[in-house]
């Protein structure tokens, strides 16, 4: 059967709360040292159970380095179907990846019509599909390299 109220209302009032002698219960010895002291020792099926990743080394990310986000030659193809490329005076289209957020563009699909593409990095095979198209590439310099 369960208790209608809290067992520590009814010990209010005695000084040890059920507690035996007032030395068993006041120091940090009862709680095996005071925060983490133990957990390497005493306390440790408590860090397996309930903080795992507590000690050891996890993961790095090396300083200035900044993920390069990559797009093909299809995808950018696609794009240009959508409409998200704009259009100069000249009737040229001209496609700007770095305001997308992306810096690299690959060689893999093929463009189906001339474009100005405008990012910080070409691969080799990208450049010739374009220039084979009738496009145009436009190198922007890395700021953060």
């Not at 809290?6 to 002698?21: D, H, V, Y």
């Not at 305001?99 to 990012?119: C, M």
């Amino acid at each position: 059967m369960r208790r209608k109220r809290r067992k520590i209302r009814k010990l209010r009032g005695s000084r040890t709360c059920g507690g035996g002698s007032v030395k068993k219960r006041k120091g940090a010895g009862h709680r095996g040292g005071r925060g983490m002291a133990g957990s390497h020792k005493h306390k440790w099926t408590w860090i397996v159970k309930y903080d795992p990743d507590h000690f050891g080394k996890h993961g790095f990310t090396p300083p200035r380095r900044r993920p390069s986000s990559e797009i093909n030659l299809w995808q950018i193809s696609q794009m240009i179907d959508r409409g998200v490329a704009q259009e100069r005076e000249d009737g040229t289209l001209v496609l700007d990846l770095v305001s997308l957020g992306y810096d690299r563009v690959i060689g893999k699909g093929e463009l189906k019509k001339p474009v100005t593409i405008i990012a910080r990095h070409f691969s080799e095979k990208a450049i010739r599909k374009i220039e084979e198209v009738g496009g145009a590439i436009e190198r922007l310099g890395d700021e953060n390299a």
